[in-house]
């Protein structure tokens, strides 16, 4: 992590995000307007936050044609679990949006322990929370905010994603399907678990179709999932790099630690000790990426999965939006 800007309070937080992160007009209108975008953001804002931009370490890799690729070891860090958000560059502005409402909604929806004494130490309970809180930032970033703002997706990704075969079933975007609409705006809360379980039955389908490629892709990044979680737990120690039983505990801990460090030293103070212990040794093995072991291990997994994405979209010359950093 570098360049690090922190905000503790959530005015600031809120002003940060509405002017310097979101640059599409109709999620500002949102904003300005109380809709979701606002409720969402207020949200994320009632713990203190920061954001950053990643360090400058890379990993290589090669593709299964011996070609080299290099990423950022950071860019695939699960920061909001920590209370941070990367700072990214997209060339499409929405997409680099909804990269941010994305991140934002997992660290929004993200819940801890009631107490210290209860935070959470289960590994299986640990899995199905990173689990449904997935489930819930995606559902959002990827589904209902077209549901709300059907205009947007005719300026989103060029290729097909997954909400389209049900707000667009002709395959046409400046057709959508007027009953799910209306259905969204009488009970949004009924078609959001409504998405969120179509959704997960890709996930959880023992085989889906490689034709369909929206939710073939889907399922595949699920494995992502899988090999994150693993290392975060490390259970029979196949890392031997980390301990047995993983480090998932230590943050699970310490947000509960901010949380309650907001009250009795201020929410200033409690977010500069939460940095500092992101970055410390312990913590950070002298690096200025917290937890960089497991952020090492997981990014070569992304990275070799990110590849055969790309390729597979390259076979049926359909591109995607990538990042630059």
Not at 80 to 96: A, E
């Amino acid at each position: 992590m570098k360049d690090i800007i922190k905000i503790p309070r959530a005015k600031d937080c809120c002003e940060y995000i509405r002017e310097e992160l979101l640059r599409t007009e109709i999620l500002r209108d949102s904003f300005d307007q109380k809709g979701i975008v606002f409720d969402l953001v207020t949200r994320f804002a009632r713990k203190p936050r920061f954001f950053y931009t990643p360090s400058e370490e890379k990993i290589h890799v090669y593709d299964r044609h011996g070609v080299q690729h290099r990423e950022f070891i950071e860019a695939p860090h699960f920061s909001p679990w920590w209370g941070g958000i990367q700072l990214r560059t997209y060339d499409n502005q929405l997409v680099q949006d909804l990269y941010y409402l994305h991140e934002i909604c997992h660290a929004a929806t993200m819940p801890f322990g009631p107490d210290a004494k209860h935070s959470l130490q289960d590994p299986v309970t640990f899995k199905n929370k990173i689990r449904d809180n997935e489930h819930e930032a995606s559902t959002f970033s990827e589904m209902t905010i077209y549901c709300e703002f059907p205009q947007l997706r005719q300026m989103s990704f060029q290729h097909e994603i997954f909400v389209d075969r049900f707000l667009f079933p002709d395959g046409v975007y400046s057709r959508v399907d007027a009953r799910l609409i209306q259905r969204w705006r009488d009970e949004p809360e009924l078609v959001t678990k409504e998405m969120m379980y179509a959704r997960a039955a890709v996930l959880t389908a023992p085989h889906v179709d490689e034709s369909d490629l929206a939710a073939f892709w889907l399922k595949r990044f699920y494995s992502q999932g899988k090999a994150w979680t693993a290392i975060w737990t490390n259970p029979k120690g196949e890392y031997p790099s980390l301990p047995v039983g993983g480090r998932f505990r230590q943050v699970e801990a310490a947000m509960i630690q901010l949380r309650d460090a907001c009250s009795t030293l201020g929410r200033s103070e409690a977010l500069d000790q939460h940095v500092e212990w992101l970055l410390s040794t312990d913590v950070a093995d002298g690096t200025r990426i917290p937890f960089f072991r497991e952020a090492k291990a997981f990014c070569e997994s992304y990275l070799q999965h990110k590849l055969l994405y790309f390729e597979s979209l390259d076979q049926r010359g359909k591109r995607t939006e990538v990042h630059h950093k």
